[in-house]
Nanobody, 134 residues
Framework: QVQLQEAGGGSVQAGKSLRLSCTVS????????AGWFRQVPGNKREGVAA???????SYADAAKGRFTIYQDNATNTLYLQMNSLKSEDSALYYC????????????????????????????WGQGTQVTVSS
């Protein structure tokens, strides 16, 4: 059974950077995609970034130009590098894994500038809190 564990959250000032990591226990099929989502209490979960099996990445509008998703296959770790953080980036951040279709859905939503809640992703971590103070 695949398990995901996030780390790297914390409290930072606006303009600073954080790098989130997601360690995968078990193995994710090379055909699966992975992504980062975030949620603020009272709001729906929203997709931030995803990476597909072929390495293609997708970003929500709020993340473009500031966040980078990448993975280290040797250590089975997914990362989200977040630069130029803003107070509106404060949220609980989750990593998730899903079938190929999940990545396609993610990309389709980002290309349409629409929010995606990740319904097609199947495995989720517990989340790591990011708080950005202005």
């Amino acid at each position: 059974q695949v398990q995901l564990q996030e780390a790297g959250g914390g409290s930072v000032q606006a303009g600073k950077s954080l790098r989130l990591s997601c360690t995968v226990s078990g193995s994710i099929s090379s055909r699966q995609c992975a992504g980062w989502f975030r949620q603020v209490p009272g709001n729906k979960r929203e997709g931030v970034a995803a990476i597909r099996p072929d390495g293609q990445t997708s970003y929500a509008d709020a993340a473009k130009g500031r966040f980078t998703i990448y993975q280290d296959n040797a250590t089975n770790t997914l990362y989200l590098q977040m630069n130029s953080l803003k107070s509106e980036d404060s949220a609980l951040y989750y990593c998730a894994a899903g079938p190929r279709a999940a990545g396609i859905f993610f990309t389709a939503h980002t290309e349409a500038h629409a929010r995606y809640s990740g319904e097609e992703f199947e495995t989720w971590g517990q989340g790591t809190q990011v708080t950005v103070s202005s």
